[in-house]
């Protein structure tokens, strides 16, 4: 192969205009970066709040005074090819009344799904032996706190519950730890 | 005969005009290697490569009736399996390859270790190589989500749990793991481009950098007890030796590898046809939950180690020693680039292997079966066997009742049938006195927990002395102490 006869320093014109076309690329590279990294960050920007919506249960008659009861919900946020995983499950405990308790399905310790055993009063996790009373309060094995739970509230003969988010140590961080308010049984 | 040779070299010479490849591609494989590296202790890096390029090809084929949704990835296994002409054994062939690899992997990195390979002037060969196993590890992990069973419902839920724990920023990472608030259709369809476009596409490039290095530094010699590597030297003397004694890689090394390749293909293949494919296990359904969630082998020891970690040191522990081992694994060329490279003057290289293997090893055998999970069917499932009712009084078997009932057995064995989260139970009354067994069931403590609100005063009764008679020779317990009073008893009644 022929090598050029001139030295690249010696056409100063086009050096310059290559190193301004290197920079052009550069900006366009940034502006572009901006909607991509926009893209893929997407879900980081959104703030985890503003993924959680009053979602209804059931109806109250479905949940007997003093029995925990495995209960679902529609996940709000989702598209058609979420297909069975837009249905959760959660733990929905009525105490007394107006009062209840509704559990993540998720441990605390690794959001596998806990088990309700009405005779021995205890949420065991198959995973890796987390229990927990009946009011969530962590009873025994790895998890750092009790059972998530979700805020809920009765509009007429519904029950609802605030949810949206898979509960984790930090999507739910905000919630206190079942057992530690005193008006809970 | 030799007409179809002339036309075959000639084609072959009109290609090589354009292509230009043959020169170097012959001068690769020719090119000259130490004599004592022809052997089979450096045949995985390239068995390594060859399963890689077995897992494109069928992940390909797959990828052709797969389909990427939590909906229907699924179903699409299942067609796969049952539905397709020899589908299940593609994916018995991908599923199998993939453990293959990491193993190879990891065998490759501990001989490149242990005969210290790393070592000047091959650091960022070591360094790539670190990459690659960590990505090896991120295919798996995908590919694991991509089989979208429960297991890798729950077991991305382990991923959230993990990313959760990071401080600050845990619950962005949550939801960039997730690509969304919760486990669904975007979940499944970013491991499937991480897995299918973005890993590979960075795997490949790392792994033609990685045999571009070893060619170009020549792969290393033997070590020899004594023969240190020295920066100044080391090129010299390399230089030196394959002059000397060197070899063609091709065919005087290349054979043991041609070799093992086809073996590790041909064991694949054969576990393929043997075990058919991995799963899916049930599906995806979260409502589903009767189920046990295990990640594949390449994970069992993470999932044994989240059990097995104090409670209180977990979060550091997982957030901070990846981070320090990874770092570690990429300085070692840099703090110990030179010196010697033999195993029988590196004692702590080879206790560090040593040790690392057996913890792995031990961690992973221990959760095929793990003892730290409560067995949530063994209460109504692994009945009291009769030798510990016979002869026992109405009490005693009442308090079996409640043994059972109260799903004590999902972590108790009674002679080794039964939970294995706390200790068996057939001789419990040689060690505790009554009133410690009553303390133990009604405060819990050590991992159970208090039953102390979920038993009424009479169960409670009933199951110590239940639990008072198990004393491991499966004849029913006397208190000898008991027995003289009351014979004391009969003989003063005797005597008046």
Known sequence: MEHPTTQPSQHSRRTFLFKLALLANGAVGAVLAVPILGYILGPVFKRGRSYEYWIPLGFLHQFPEGETRLAHFHNPDGSPADGQTRTLPCWVRHIKQNQFQVFAINCAHMGCPVHWFPQSKLFMCPCHGGVYYQDGARAAGPPPRGLFEYKYKIVGDRLMIRAGQLPTLATHASIAAPGSSPCQG | MSGLKQKGIAIYRWLDSRLGLAGPVIEAAEHPIPKSSASWWYVFGSAATVILMM???????????????ARDAWNSLNFLNHGLTLGWFLRAL??????????????????VF???????????????????????????????????????????????????RVPFVGSKLVHLLLGGPIIGATTVSRFFALHVFVIPGILLAFVGLHVWMVLRLGINEWPMPGRLVRRSTYIQEYEAEIHKDGVPFVPDAGWTDAMFAAAIILAIMACAALFGPIGPTGPPDPTIIQTVPKPDVPFLWIYALLALLPPKLET????????????????????AGEGEKHWSRRPIAVLMVLVIAVSLGTLTVVSLNPPWSPEMTAWSADPVQPRFLRGRTPLERQGAIVFQEKQCRN??????????????????????????????VLQGGGNMPAYGSALSPAQTTALVAFLGTLNGNERPARDPSLELTHSNAAQKQQKF
């Open chain 2, 55 to 69: 897992q494109i090809v069928t992940g390909v084929l797959l990828a052709l009736v797969y389909t990427p949704t």
């Open chain 2, 94 to 111: 991908h599923g199998w390859g993939s453990d293959f690899m990491v193993a190879i992997v990891l065998i490759h990195m501990t001989q």
């Open chain 2, 114 to 164: 242990m005969f210290g390979a790393y070592k000047f002037p091959r650091e960022l060969t070591w360094i790539l190589g670190v990459f690659l196993l960590l990505m090896t590890f991120g295919m798996a992990f995908t590919g694991q989500v991509l089989r979208f069973d429960q297991d890798a419902y729950w077991g991305i839920g382990i991923g959230a749990s993990i990313m959760a």
């Open chain 2, 316 to 335: 550091p522990i997982l957030l901070i020693v990846p981070v320090v081992v990874i770092c570690v694994m990429l300085a070692l060329p840099f703090f």
């Open chain 2, 411 to 440: 972590c108790h064995a009674l002679a080794g049938l039964g939970g294995k989260r706390g200790p068996d139970l057939a001789s419990v009354a040689t060690r505790l006195t009554e009133d410690e067994l009553v303390r133990q």
